[in-house]
């Protein structure tokens, strides 16, 4: 079972700040949280993962709350290409027992 | 590197027919993951193979699913006999290591009638 919660869906301007909310409350100390998009007919992509420092890289900005209970997903600019659903995930386990397990995701729908 | 690569992109078969399906993992990686993706369930892992290994079959529906891994570039997924509900679409991942980013191949479509 996924550990997460994610609203259904949002949307947002083009250009503007996209802004993905996460909880996972019962995260433990050790796992990490990922995210992952899927544009409609792909697989899904990765984007970024933490522990529980803030990350960025080129695609967007992962902000882990200090007790770790909820993240934030940050798209600085969003354009119509991010309309995906993104997935917010804690992986469960360690080394070669580690697994992602998806829940429904969120629909992001950035409009004109 | 072409990246994950999954055959058949879209497979239609008969109730009571076998299927396999078949995927490519990148070069190098050591860790493969099979996932199935429908409207109702969303995106299931089925399976996952470290070093060729399997390490988690947990989520095989049942008996008629099958997957092996005989060396490090190939990986099968295998259903027999089919039935209408397994449609669905089939996707592969590899990952260096196990906690690494996954990388996916583009699905098997699969429709059983």
């Known amino acids: 079972d996924a550990k997460t919660t994610q609203p259904t869906s949002m949307d947002c301007a083009e250009g503007r700040a996209a802004n993905l909310p996460c909880n996972h409350s019962?995260?433990?100390?050790?796992?990490?949280v990922y995210w992952y998009r899927q544009i409609h007919s792909q697989g899904p992509q990765y984007i970024i993962h933490?522990?529980?420092n803030n990350e960025t890289n080129e695609m967007a900005s992962l902000i882990i709350t200090e007790d770790r209970k909820s993240s934030t997903l940050i798209l600085p600019h969003a354009t119509l290409r991010d309309t995906a659903v993104y997935y917010c995930?804690?992986?469960?386990?360690?080394?070669?027992?580690?697994?992602?397990?998806f829940g429904k995701g969120i629909t992001l729908s950035v409009r004109p | 590197d072409a990246g994950v690569i999954q055959s058949p992109r879209h497979e239609v078969t008969e109730m009571g027919q076998e299927v396999t399906l078949r995927c490519k993992p990148i070069?190098?990686?050591?860790?493969l993951f099979w996932y199935r993706q429908t409207m109702m369930r969303g995106l299931e892992l089925l399976i996952y193979?470290?070093?060729?290994?399997?390490?988690?079959d947990s989520g095989m529906p049942e008996d008629r699913f099958s997957a092996k891994m005989p060396n490090a570039s190939f990986s099968t997924l295998k259903i027999q006999p089919s039935e209408p509900r397994d449609s669905a679409v089939y996707f592969c991942?590899?990952?260096?290591?196990?906690?690494?980013?996954?990388?996916f191949g583009q699905g098997t479509r699969l429709t059983v009638v």
């Open positions: 991942a590899s990952s260096s290591i196990p906690t690494d980013e996954a990388f």
């Open positions: 019962t995260i433990s100390g050790n796992e990490y």
């Open positions: 933490g522990l529980k």
């Open positions: 995930i804690v992986r469960v386990g360690t080394g070669a027992n580690s697994k992602l397990t």
């Open positions: 070069s190098g990686h050591n860790s």
């Open positions: 193979f470290n070093n060729n290994v399997p390490i988690d």
